[in-house]
């Protein structure tokens, strides 16, 4: 059943539902990125993928994603486990509040699509968390909130040639991701009830698909999201102390 669905989530466009159509407007120009399986990375990414992800040693680091939906914690619980277990942190979504930052038309672009709750294109988010990776000197990153998409999955591990070694997944209930996001007061776009609604429906149909492909490939561990931050730390706690890191 899960593989019925898992292949049929990867024999289609990666944007084809509803909530992704109008994500990925620009699908067209982004033909490099789409996962059509006679097609090989190109030339120039195949060389980075040997000296991009490599350290001083010669290894990438350990990698971690972690994913869940809009206000289930993912932002909170990276930031103990980095101190406690020396991880780098590398938030997708702080990296193109940077980019919006530094005021340039690309900025403006990726600030309407993150008020309008939709996906930034591939191509722009995996060159960020790609070149945060490479400059980190960390030997283990958790990447915060990325892949967002199957699309996203795709491009992150054609380019950098390379699979996360774990996914954390966050598993919280969507009346408590509302609450916690109208209270967050960061003074964030998409922290108002409408994109919230849209974000919610994002993350289901686009972001639990690549859950559960790293779920079938036995890299996914579920830690129940409700709770105080310190519960919920003690279970990322036992997962990170059983890893042979
Ligand atoms: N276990 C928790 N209980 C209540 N509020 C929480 C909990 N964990 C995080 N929060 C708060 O909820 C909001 C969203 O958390 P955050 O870590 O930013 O989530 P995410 O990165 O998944 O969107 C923040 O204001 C945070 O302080
Ligand atoms: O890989 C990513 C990460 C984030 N975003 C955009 O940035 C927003 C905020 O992401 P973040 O992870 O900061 O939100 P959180 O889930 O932590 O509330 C998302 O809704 C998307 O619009 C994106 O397009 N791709
Ligand atoms: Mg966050």
Known sequence: MLRRRLSSLLLR????????????HHQQQHHLLLPTHAEKPPALNLLRLFTSLAGTDGERPFIAFVLGGPGSGKGTQCSRIASDFGFSHVSAGDLLRNE??????QGEWILEIIREGRIVPSEITVELVRKAIESSTAKRVLIDGFPRCEENRIAFEKITGTEPDLVLFFDCPEDE????????NQGRVDDNIETIKKRLKVFESLNLPVVEYYSSRGKAHKIKATGTEDEIFEAVRKLFSSLRL
């Not at 466009?13 to 990925?24: F, N, V």
């Not at 919006?100 to 038309?105: E, P, Q």
């Not at 991701?177 to 967050?184: A, D, E, F, Q, T």
Request: charged content about 15%.
């Open 100 to 105: 919006i930052a530094a005021g340039t038309d």
């Open 177 to 184: 991701m509302v609450k916690r996001l109208l209270s967050r």
């Open 13 to 24: 466009s990666p944007c084809s539902s509803s909530a992704a159509a109008s994500s990925c």
